[in-house]
């Protein structure tokens, strides 16, 4: 049996034609929605989302592709596809408005979301992740190899899927021990459920990063041509990894976001599990601008 978030409500939510989310929600109060990273589910919120639930409604999907979402198949998971899926989640929990705030794939989904979207977020954090167009763009050489796993899940359908398939356990598990600082923070029992989710979503999960090397980064790119910005205020948290590959982060975000608070953590990628604390004082912080 999967772990959960203590207190929280779990429903599957119709989304798109074909498409239902499952979907943790609890608290009650003004909303905001948080969106998972790779490779996990919405259980690496258990901590902030217990936290914000004292005075917000919280609603934690899993996104489409992940977890136990619905994972349609082939060509389904543009970022603009995905941030659909939340607009439409939180309208239909009764929320035209919300804030938003995801961890690196739910990020690149959250920055989609607030660029179509800029009626429905009021305020928008990214954790550890830069705009997919400006990641493509800072990634070169040999510190590029931190990236390999992108570069791999963007090639045609077919060879990703069967290597990763393969020895999922081996790859997934890879992620998980290498951008944790504090290996307690994911503790055996959430270790499993995120392994068991990702086997059993290879070729969804290769799908959402093969999208980001293709029309995400057209989407970007025109966005980027027509001067469209994030006009909600916005945090970022990330660690200090654009001084390790030769870029200013917090100048890359300058350029999306003019209401921008950029903030560097010391800990480990996996940052709401690593220093649920720190994320919670920085997301009260956003929600209050």
């Given at each position: ?43 690496m ?8 639930a ?30 659909a ?33 800029p ?23 040999v ?18 899927e069967k ?43 290769v799908?959402?990063y ?9 989407h970007d ?5 027509a ?8 945090t970022?948290?990330q ?23 950029h ?27």
């Amino acid at each position: 049996m999967n772990p959960t978030i203590t207190g929280f409500d779990h429903r599957r939510v119709t989304v798109a034609d074909g498409v239902a989310l499952q979907v943790a929600v609890g608290g009650s109060g003004s909303p905001i929605v948080l969106l998972h990273g790779f490779p996990q589910t919405h259980l690496m919120w258990r901590h902030v989302a217990a936290d914000l639930a004292a005075d917000h409604t919280v609603i934690c999907p899993d996104l489409r592709g992940y977890g136990a979402s619905d994972k349609p198949a082939g060509d389904a998971y543009a970022k603009r596809t995905m941030a659909a899926d939340v607009v439409a989640l939180a309208r239909a929990l009764g929320h035209d408005r919300f804030a938003l705030a995801g961890h690196d794939r739910g990020a690149l989904v959250a920055i989609r979301a607030g660029l179509d979207h800029p009626a429905a977020v009021t305020h928008l954090a990214s954790l550890d992740v830069l705009p997919t167009l400006d990641m493509w763009e800072v990634m070169h050489g040999v510190t590029a190899a931190v990236g390999f796993h992108l570069y791999l899940m963007a090639q045609p359908p077919g060879l990703p899927e069967k290597l990763i398939g393969a020895a999922p356990d081996a790859f997934f598990g890879h992620f998980l021990d290498v951008w944790t600082r504090q290996p307690d923070a994911i503790p055996p029992e959430v270790r499993a459920a995120y392994l068991r989710a990702c086997r059993e979503a290879v070729p969804s999960i290769v799908a959402d990063y093969r999208a980001s090397a293709g029309v995400d980064v057209e989407h970007d790119r025109a966005d980027r041509e027509a001067g469209r910005r994030l006009r909600m205020p916005v945090t970022v948290l990330q660690q200090d990894w654009g001084a390790a590959l030769g870029f200013d982060a917090a100048a890359i975000w300058r350029a999306w976001a003019p209401d921008l608070e950029h903030r560097t953590v010391s800990c480990g990628h996996f940052m709401a599990e690593e220093a649920p604390a720190e994320v919670v004082k920085a997301l009260r912080e956003l929600l209050s601008r």
